[in-house]
């Protein structure tokens, strides 16, 4: 059993439900995606993804039209087993079609391309055995890059803040709470925390805040300091 935020950038809004690991995922078409495979690997309690990520899958899945077997889909990000601005933290993103034949992937891959929901698909000669497609969202906050995350400052709502609050949380700089928005403890923990990396306390998470965060936080496990509301 898990608790998912599902964020809605159309109200901006967040929603959870308590799910078993074989209920389906709000949004998602019929039972083309559980809960399990959503999850993949991570052993977290908590878990998120957005609305658009369900639509695009939901569109890929109506377009190829059969079953789509899930390798990977979300991490916390201090599971780490992805880069340091990797969309899977953010609940977004999808590696699928492992152990299928690369003519299967090749139709998935067609299949996500042709609906345009996705933010990236993933080059096939950069993915020999799996595809990979994510509904990124948000301007990167690095320039001359379309990966990594945006911006986030106080007033911020997303799946990004939740990995800024996660990642904080894991480091030791306590956002008191685990929800998605960015309100003043969140602001203060991230001053803390800019100031131990020798960064500008300013409260806003932008480029060289998430290049150091991330960097400390990716796949050191789950801490003491870690919240699961």
Known sequence: ???????????????????????PMPYSYGNTLRLRE???SSGADVLWTTV???????LTRRRYGAGIPVGYAFKRIWEG??????QHYAGVSFDVGQGTSAATRRAIHAAATATGAWGYVEPLADTPTWVHFDRRYGTPACR?????????????RSTYVLILQDALNALGYSTGTLDGVFGTRTGNAL???????GLKA????????????????????????VIDP
């Open 1 to 23: 059993m898990a608790k998912l935020f599902v964020y809605d950038a159309y109200t901006d809004r967040f929603y959870t439900y308590t799910l078993n690991e074989n209920d």
């Open 38 to 40: 959503f999850r993949g």
């Open 52 to 58: 658009r990520a369900m639509e695009a899958w939901n």
């Open 81 to 86: 087993g992805h880069g340091t601005t990797s």
């Open 144 to 156: 001359g890059t379309t990966a990594g995350y945006p911006t986030v400052r106080n007033g911020s």
């Open 191 to 197: 001053r803390a925390a800019q100031r131990s990396f």
């Open 202 to 225: 300013d409260g806003i998470c932008g480029c060289n805040s998430w290049q150091k965060i991330a960097s400390a936080v990716v796949g050191i496990g789950r801490t003491a300091t």
